[in-house]
């Protein structure tokens, strides 16, 4: 069950939560000193992690070397009484190496929570901080700005329709109050993602093709934002090192993944490059990138996946088809994976 069908009121559950899982082979130890011990990687030397958004009852996060292959080695994390993870949604990295990830918490997601691991993820895992964040319920995805403040997106099904941003630092557990809460212009805020001048870019799950992606200049504050346009229910956002914008059109007939190029973000852009090449039903949710350059995504569709392409040895353009489309057994279950985030 992912969370759009279930009930917000988890929080009695967690603590009867179940154990972890893997699909074979284990997750990096840590040694007696708490530092990370070494990974023994057959990848790239990066880790793949992503969410699958699920009830108490199901697994939260898997990982897996990049890059991802049919028949990679995945370690599951299932919601337990240490990790406290329920309806994982939002993933990312800080500049520290810590994995934020957006989960319902002790308020059944009103108000949500961000809780803030050290990698590699065991069945052991216990948050190093834990943040209620006020104002805020059943949350989407997050961000950070130049400054590392974080910036998240709010269910409009559940919650208020805004994008809102917390301040640091973020150095100990407890409440945290908005600083900002962006709502004009919003229509289903859903994916996020800055340029390198800071402007905010936000995609409005549930405006029309003229209104697709919400577009704050920097610093984001409260005031009309311009539109880029072209896409229906787009999904997660994410630029490139080239400053080109990718995107999602979720309309089931017309799946596509979409790039703006850098030159091309003004009022009014309609993507540059739409690509459907062996895309079906698809409800993208997140984008990463590997160091190399590697799009990937998350699929919360009809069949729910991880896709990437290898855009770092091949360009991206409107007949590039994806490298991997890997799903298993608990991402069937669950039937949604919603956040990505690459170590």
Known sequence: ?????????????????????????????????GRRAPAVRSGNGQSVYWSLDGDS?????????????????????DSNSN?????????????????????????????????????PLTKKSQPRYEFVLQGTASLNQLAFDASGDLWVTEDAEYGANAVVEYTGPFNRSGTLTPAVTLTDGIQGALGLAFDKTGNLYVSNLHADTNHSIAVFAAPASNRPPYFLNGL?????????AAGNLYGSDNFSSFSAIVRYNSNNLKAGARPDIVDRTSLTEIAERNFALTSSGDLYFTNCGV?????????SRKPFTAKLAPSIDYTNNQIRAVGCVWGIAIE
């Open 1 to 33: 069950m992912t969370r759009s069908f279930a009930t917000l009121m988890l929080a009695a559950l967690l603590p009867a939560c179940g154990g972890s899982g893997t699909i074979p082979g284990a997750p990096t130890a840590q040694n007696a000193t």
């Open 57 to 77: 009852g199901v697994s939260q996060i898997q990982f897996a070397d990049d890059p991802l292959r049919k028949n990679s080695r995945v370690t599951t994390i």
């Open 83 to 119: 990790n406290q993870l329920v309806f994982s949604s939002g993933m990312h990295f800080d500049a520290q190496g810590r994995l934020w990830i957006i989960t319902f918490g002790p308020y059944g997601g009103d108000p949500a929570s961000v809780y803030i691991f050290d990698v």
């Open 232 to 240: 229906h229910q787009p999904g997660g956002l994410i630029f490139d």
């Open 303 to 311: 069949h729910p996946s991880v896709y990437r392409y290898a855009t």
